[in-house]
Nanobody, 119 residues
Framework: QVQLVESGGGLVQAGGSLRLSCAASGRTFSVYAVGWFRQAPGKEREFVSVIRSSSGSTDYADSLKGRFTISRDSAKNMVYLQMDSLKPEDTAVYYC????????????WGQGTQVTVSS
């Protein structure tokens, strides 16, 4: 079992920044990758970014490259999502999730943190 807790969401004006945090606990040594996803009202959940545990390699949704940065602190079992130049369309609930094996679904999810960007 892996437990994930997100924090850092809030209300920010367009053009501002937020840093989301994802605290992992439990069998974190077995986690292959941690991803960030988001879901806006009335829309499907979408992929934001991922960081892989062993290599530290990252991927981003094409539309978010250059504005969002994923990072980690392995010693603290933390994964971060730095979000810059925020736009109203970034408003969503942001979730972190753990993938236990390459190519498999994300098995564990946090409860989400709300990000609201005002225009």
């Amino acid at each position: 079992q892996v437990q994930l807790v997100e924090s850092g969401g809030g209300l920010v004006q367009a053009g501002g920044s937020l840093r989301l945090s994802c605290a992992a606990s439990g069998r974190t040594f077995s986690v292959y990758a941690v991803g960030w996803f988001r879901q806006a009202p009335g829309k499907e959940r979408e992929f934001v970014s991922v960081i892989r545990s062993s290599s530290g390699s990252t991927d981003y949704a094409d539309s978010l490259k250059g504005r969002f940065t994923i990072s980690r602190d392995s010693a603290k079992n933390m994964v971060y999502l730095q979000m810059d130049s925020l736009k109203p369309e970034d408003t969503a609930v942001y979730y972190c999730a753990a993938q236990m094996r390459f190519g498999r679904e994300y098995n564990y999810w946090g409860q989400g943190t709300q990000v609201t960007v005002s225009s």
